[in-house]
């Protein structure tokens, strides 16, 4: 059962899922200081981060790109319609820890 006003977010597949789930009570942690204690964001990996892109931006989507980092090809940021922030990632080549 959903509690109104709660935050929720779902990640896995059939065989397992993480659930991660802020009471309605609770002051939101979404768009806070990376700083701060708590969940910040949860990342996906993609393999073509030129056609996620292309999906986001067909579907409207709003994103902010990243290009600071050396290990990566492609990394956007984005909230979920419950205002959870999500990275998809996709690494380079020839980064070892992918």
Do not use: C
Not at 3 to 12: K, Q, S, T
Not at 14 to 35: I, K
Not at 48 to 66: C, F, N, P
């Amino acid at each position: 059962m959903r509690a109104e006003g709660a935050g929720w977010l779902h990640v896995g597949n059939d065989r397992f899922y993480l659930s991660l789930m802020q009471e309605a009570s609770q002051t939101p942690r979404n768009h806070q200081s990376y700083y701060s204690i708590g969940i910040n964001h949860v990342g996906f990996v993609v393999q073509d981060g030129e056609a996620m892109q292309a999906t986001l931006d067909k579907h409207g989507i709003e994103y902010s790109l990243m290009d600071d980092a050396p290990e990566t090809r492609f990394r956007a940021y984005l909230y979920d319609p419950d205002g959870n922030e999500l990275e998809l990632i996709e690494y380079q080549s020839s980064y070892a820890l992918k």
